[in-house]
């Protein structure tokens, strides 16, 4: 057995999200990746609630790996007065909970600098980054619609201890297949490779991750994506632990399963997974 450290979404255990908190106890994790929804929205978590949050996970001998929020399109700067307070909030909880690390879905960023998207997503995500700073936490961007060489642009370009990166490395694998249908054009491993490889993009990107999804997909005959149990798909694990570890992460494996008709079942398989893999 190795020494990943390994965190799970507790909604994936239980309905009961509390009930889910418990068994991830029961299962000896290390942490919960807690989504910022249901009894744990944004109105409800005040410092004082985070608090005691945070009293109920020490009595289990658990942490906050990281908060989950989805934050929406922030190269569409008209929706900037929204999306900016409430990351500012989300950011907040984050530092609140101890994890400061809140996984967020940025928006799809536009491929090239002279879209007026860039400069809108540059803008919104340098403001939030200045706020992370000054509270002790880190937006982390999700991995998924961009190619990684792009995203590494992005953090070259604001370049803040509060922007990081969510590295997803079955979103590289789905996401080339979504794009290839908004964009009308036919999906290929060859251009998907060459632009959203999960193994490459993690080399990219290493420098900015503080936190990884534990989650596997693979590409059909018939063109399209599935997102699979934790050893069943395209992401080479040993290698892409061997990449984070070399470039010195040494932060949680958040296993992720949105789908599936045994999503409890599967978390719990993808924990001996990473556990007994040969890193």
Partial sequence: MNDLKIAVFPQALSEDWYEGLRIAADLDVQGVHLSLSGPWGLDKMTTAACQELLNLLRSYGLVVSAVSWGLGE?????????????????????????????????????????????????????????????????????TGPEPPRLLQRVMQTIDSPGLGVNFDPANLIIWPVILAEMWAQPWTREWADENFDPHA???????????????????????????????????????????????????????ERE????????????????RNLPV
């Fill in 74 to 142: 922030l190269p569409h700067r008209e929706e900037h007065a929204v999306l900016l307070p409430n990351g500012k909030r989300v950011l907040q909880i984050a530092a609140d909970l101890e994890c400061g690390l809140w996984q967020a879905h940025c928006g799809v960023l536009p491929w090239e600098e002279t879209d007026p998207g860039w400069a809108a997503l540059i803008d919104g995500a340098g403001e939030l980054a200045a706020y992370g700073e000054q509270v002790g936490a880190t937006l982390c961007w999700e």
């Fill in 201 to 255: 993009g993690a080399e990219i990107l290493a420098p900015w991750i503080r936190h990884t999804h534990a989650k596997d997909a693979l590409v059909k005959e018939d063109g399209n994506h599935l997102e699979v149990p934790l050893g069943q798909g395209w992401v080479d694990w040993p290698r892409y632990v061997k990449t984070l570890r070399e470039a010195g992460y040494d932060g949680f494996f958040a296993i």
């Fill in 259 to 274: 789908v599936g008709e045994d999503r409890m079942g599967d978390s719990i398989r993808a924990i001996d997974f990473l």
